[in-house]
Nanobody, 123 residues
Framework: QLQLEESGGGLGQPGGSLRLSCATS????????IGWFRQAPGKERERVAC????????IYADAVKGRFTISRDDAGNAVYLQMNNLLVEDTATYYC????????????????WGTGTLVTVSS
């Protein structure tokens, strides 16, 4: 059982930055691909970013390429989503999820999900 907890959400301004964290107290993320997903009101949940279990590859949604960066800390205890140049359209509830020994973070194939953190971007 991998329990995930997101943090770092809140209010951001257009053009500003926020950093989201995904962590667990029971395991490191070394054997999991970790994805960030988001769901905005009235929209389907979408994959935002993914980092493979061995850190060899990352994937980003077109809407966030060049603005968001997914990374692991050196100890493998947390995965971050650095969000720069925020847009109002980034407003959503953000979830992290783990895929055992994965690399591409398909939404249908994630094994564990966090409960989400709300990001609101407004001027």
């Amino acid at each position: 059982q991998l329990q995930l907890e997101e943090s770092g959400g809140g209010l951001g301004q257009p053009g500003g930055s926020l950093r989201l964290s995904c962590a667990t107290s029971r395991s490191t993320f070394n054997q999991y691909a970790i994805g960030w997903f988001r769901q905005a009101p009235g929209k389907e949940r979408e994959r935002v970013a993914c980092i493979s279990s061995d850190d060899s590859d990352t994937i980003y949604a077109d809407a966030v390429k060049g603005r968001f960066t997914i990374s692991r800390d050196d100890a493998g205890n947390a995965v971050y989503l650095q969000m720069n140049n925020l847009l109002v359209e980034d407003t959503a509830t953000y979830y992290c999820a783990g895929q055992i020994l994965g690399s591409t973070c398909p939404e249908w194939g994630m094994d564990y999900w966090g409960t989400g953190t709300l990001v609101t971007v407004s001027s």
